[in-house]
């Protein structure tokens, strides 16, 4: 299984880039959230993804948000693809809401060591790892770089929320996890602590980001207190202590089978593993929903006085099947740009095209098309004749291993782009261009024919 760790596509504008969910504009109402197979410890992203993970969170957090609906709106709307959920816009408060159940983790290393109040709550002495505490404790943090325990009263007096916004959110914290502790319960499952984040929408407070998650809870089988989270993942890096802490295939398989075994426990559904590549079924589901347009054409100009040769280009793309964006980088000026540009349109998820604009020494179709995996097509903004007879062989003679074509009229660089893209709905749009062209020149043949006669 081919892991997803990105959405590269730029049809859509990147808004929020997390550890693993990345959240990208739909409207103004709406944000698509993608959870990809990024896998993080101890506030990094782990070098070893984990393949299927970030299908497995978006699952079981549509699970838990229909769920949850009964105690607070959320942000959920559906689930659009394996990994995406559309979701809708919030203004999100910057603090994470900590819920405990028991004496564990980072709790518990501060009770050996003497402490025994714990924000609201004063636990006894004599206490045990692992141990269940007298009452469910919320324990918030901020989201900033660095995460920081924060207590109520600071939460108000920094301004991360009203005291009234605060209570309701400790309230419904309570009431949520009480709910999902239940739930667990009647599975042989234990919710031992999460996590919850609020906005507020046009519904007021809101849950949004997800719910009960093996990457947002901690989870244990309750006949043996095994971990089926991300503590598994946690406790082999500690333990092992590997450089660049990269992640055995082993260990990453039996990390994945946990978080499938707690979604197949907790609602009877078994992870799918689906023989088709996350891009393509990615691909799939947001062009048949329009969320993007099935190709992409990027236009490069050398420098912002190309833009009336560039506009001259685009005005021959159909709009229903293809994105046109425009882009500058100049070969000779900024042209260390070129491998920022390259490692992005590299990866895109819909097939795309370049077009490169740069008259007299054109170095920055060579350029691009020595760094991009993606067809490119030169077509200089010449003058006139006498400026193609100059011009022309900058264009022509490129290097080895730089195969850039190039197209002398716009309307040429457009039609020899779109076959390059090879989309089955355009190759219809072609055919129909050609027979009509066919059909207009035995019409004119005809006609000098009966002229003739």
């Known amino acids: 299984m081919t892991a997803f760790v990105k959405l590269s596509t730029p049809q859509l504008k990147l808004l929020h880039q997390g550890k693993v969910r990345d959240s990208y504009r739909v409207d103004d109402n709406h944000r698509l959230l993608v959870a990809t197979d990024r896998l993080s410890c101890f506030d990094s992203v782990l070098p070893t993804p984990m393949p299927g993970k970030g299908a497995i969170l978006t699952q079981m957090s549509e699970c838990w948000f229909k769920k949850a609906q009964d105690i607070i709106p959320t942000h959920f709307v559906e689930t659009i693809s394996p990994n995406m959920t559309l979701v809708k816009e919030a203004k999100p408060f910057a603090i994470e809401m900590i819920v405990r159940g028991f004496l564990s983790g980072s709790m518990w290393k501060r009770y050996e060591k ?7 709550l004063k636990l006894p002495d004599g206490m045990q790892k692992d141990q269940e505490l007298p009452q469910a404790l919320v324990t918030p943090t901020t989201k900033e770089k660095i995460d920081r325990p924060i207590t109520k009263a600071a939460i108000i007096e920094e301004g991360w929320a009203t005291s009234a916004e605060y209570e309701q959110m400790e309230q419904v914290s ?8 239940e739930t667990c319960k009647a599975k042989g499952v234990v919710l031992v602590d999460t996590k919850y984040e609020f906005g507020v929408t046009d519904k007021g407070l809101t849950l949004i980001d997800e719910i009960h998650t093996p990457d947002s809870s901690r989870f244990w089988l309750a006949d043996n207190k095994e971990p089926m989270d991300k503590e598994f993942i946690r406790q082999w890096l500690l ?20 978080y499938e075994n707690v979604f197949a426990r907790l609602f009877e559904q078994c992870h799918p593993h689906s023989t088709i590549p996350s891009g393509v079924r990615a691909y799939h589901d947001l062009t048949n929903r329009d969320f993007i347009k099935k190709g992409l054409i990027v236009i490069v100009m050398g420098s912002k006085s190309d833009l009336p040769h560039a506009q001259a280009i685009a005005k021959h793309f159909p709009s229903k099947d293809i994105a046109v964006h425009f882009r500058i980088v100049s070969a000779h000026k900024n042209g260390e740009r070129i491998m920022e540009f390259a490692s992005f349109y590299n990866h895109t998820l819909e097939p795309t095209c370049v077009i490169a604009i740069a008259g007299r020494s ?12 993606v067809p490119v097509i030169s077509c200089p903004p010449f003058k006139d004749g006498a400026d193609i007879s100059i011009n022309i062989y900058s264009s022509l003679m490129m290097p080895s291993k ?12 457009a039609l020899a782009a779109m076959r390059a893209l090879n989309l089955q709905s ?28």
């Open 239 to 258: 333990e092992h202590k590997p450089e660049g802490h990269v992640v055995p295939d082993e260990v990453i398989e039996e990390g994945l089978k946990r």
């Open 402 to 413: 730089a195969p850039a074509l190039t197209a002398i009229y716009p309307e040429q660089a």
């Open 426 to 453: 355009l190759r219809e749009v072609l055919n129909q261009d050609i027979v009509s062209m066919k059909a207009d020149l035995k019409s004119s043949d005809d006609e000098l024919v009966g002229q003739n006669l």
């Open 362 to 373: 054109n170095g920055l179709g060579g350029a691009l098309a020595a760094n991009l995996t």
């Open 174 to 181: 309570l009431k949520l996890f009480q709910m999902g502790k």
């Open 114 to 120: 003497g402490e025994r109040v714990f924000w609201d």
